[in-house]
């Protein structure tokens, strides 16, 4: 047990520290017991995170039917209602620290597929799982970060980007829903893939730039097109 702990805390370190040694240590080897504390700091991060959001993000659902052109008078009323009337139970934290766990799973194969039958590498998926699981510990400084300043200005829009340098928060907007998805963690988090399939896959500099570059587009225009599609 003290050496998985021992194990974690080291890496957890190094993927700020120095990702590149730590990528190759996992390239070298990794097993799945190694896998259970990264993940539990994953999961306890996100569930802490979505309840201390949660009267903000109850505020921020009940704006956005009403600002909605989608809904008659009386559908908003009814919406809004329920959104009132739900409860604070654990259940839907967790439930919070679920949705993470399975887009952090899709994500993870994606890049995976990427990078073994497209790419053409060879890494086993205990090892990209335990390089990614590792990555995600970036998202504990970047709510840290993001979730006093929701609570402090008791809204959801805190940008730590280039959304930073619009004047106002127009979510109709595909050129702000764009400069939003230029957020500095999920830039950082992109490029410890960059070095991940430089490290673990061998892969060039312009490869792996390539392989980072198509799932950050990817996902960027799938964030705005949701971002479009909430009005």
Do not use: C
């Not at 600002?67 to 139970?89: C, L, N, P, W």
């Not at 200005?153 to 280039?162: D, E, L, N, R, S």
Request: glycine content about 8%.
């Amino acid at each position: 047990m003290m050496g998985m702990i021992g194990t974690f805390f080291r890496r957890f370190i190094g993927v700020f520290s120095s990702p590149g040694e730590l990528f190759r240590e996992i390239g070298k080897g990794a097993v799945k017991r190694d896998l259970a504390l990264p993940f539990l700091s994953f999961f306890l991060v996100t569930v802490i995170s979505v309840a201390l959001m949660e009267p903000v993000n109850r505020t921020f659902s009940k704006e956005m039917v009403q600002k909605s052109s989608r809904y008659t008078e009386e559908q908003k009323v009814v919406i809004i209602e329920r959104i009132e009337s739900s409860d604070h139970a654990v259940l839907k934290y967790v439930f919070g620290g679920l949705q993470s766990a399975v887009m952090f799973f899709i994500f993870t194969g994606m890049m995976f597929l990427l990078g073994n039958f497209i790419g053409g590498g060879e890494g086993s998926w205990i090892k990209i799982l335990t390089g990614s699981i590792y990555i995600q510990q970036i998202d504990l400084l970047n709510y840290l970060v993001k979730v006093p300043l929701i609570l402090y200005q008791k809204t959801i829009h805190v940008f730590t980007g280039a959304a930073m340098f619009f004047s106002e928060v127009d979510m109709s907007s595909p050129l702000f829903n764009a400069a939003a998805q230029l957020d500095f963690f999920r830039l950082w988090k992109y490029f410890l893939w960059f070095i991940l399939f430089r490290e673990m896959y061998k892969f060039s500099k312009n490869k792996s730039f390539i392989f980072t570059v198509i799932p950050f587009l990817a996902v960027m225009f799938l964030g705005i097109f949701l971002l479009g599609m909430s009005q």
